[in-house]
């Protein structure tokens, strides 16, 4: 019943979207600066610089030296709504923020800007800033299909795992049965031993992207 929940909410997101709340626009800087090839596991992270809601550049540079877990994320969708309703995201970023370990959301939803960013980072007290890629240039150049889709990468800027959050899609596994594979990467990471589940296939509402 919750997964046929979860279609039908997955495709009524997918209907024309209300107007905006403010009109599209073009970033202060380039969002992609450095990069010269898409995402792949073993290689370089492409590096990259997004606004967030308030303004504040930030990018991959910025953590050099520091795991930095990038979550792609549409307010709209029924799965990341269930995992912030959940507190999911918010608990793993806290749990490893005291072990160099830096959480960046990241918004690719072509209609939704700062102020629908800035109110759910409000709403969930977020401890990470949610960045804005309206233009889908940093979705793209990972390779984000889904909301939400987790992306991990080591202190020394490889990338290290792509995929889901866990193995719980509809969200009814018992506790004993759901493995939550961002929170086992970062586990093996702070233990010095490598990623044994490096890539998983990502469940949610696909990456709202522009045309």
């Avoid at 929940?5 to 997955?10: D, P, R, T």
């Avoid at 960013?117 to 709403?123: K, P």
């Amino acid at each position: 019943m919750l997964a046929a929940v979860l279609a039908i909410g997955c495709e009524q997101e997918r209907q024309p979207p209300a107007p905006a709340d403010e009109p599209p626009r073009e970033a202060a800087a380039p969002a992609v600066e450095h990069a010269t090839a898409t995402a792949a596991i073993g290689e370089p992270a492409p590096d990259f610089v997004l606004e967030d809601w308030s303004g504040r550049r930030i990018g991959l540079t910025g953590h050099a030296g520091d795991i930095v877990v990038l979550e792609w994320i549409n307010p709209d969708c029924p799965f990341v709504q269930r995992h912030y309703k959940e507190g999911t995201m918010a608990r793993l970023a806290a749990k490893y923020a005291d072990r160099g370990v830096a959480w960046l959301a990241i918004n690719s939803t072509h209609y939704m800007g700062r102020g629908g960013n800035q109110r759910w980072a409000e709403q969930y007290e977020l401890p990470y800033p949610i960045l804005e890629d309206r233009r889908g240039m940093v979705g793209r150049l990972y390779q984000a299909k889904t909301t939400p889709h987790v992306f991990i990468i080591d202190r020394e800027g490889v990338l290290v795992y792509a995929g889901a959050i866990d193995n719980d899609p509809a969200g009814v596994k018992p506790p004993d049965e759901r493995v939550n594979f961002v929170d086992r990467a970062l586990t093996e990471m702070a233990a010095g031993q490598p990623v044994t589940i490096p890539e998983s296939k990502p469940y949610g509402c696909s990456v709202k992207y522009t045309e």
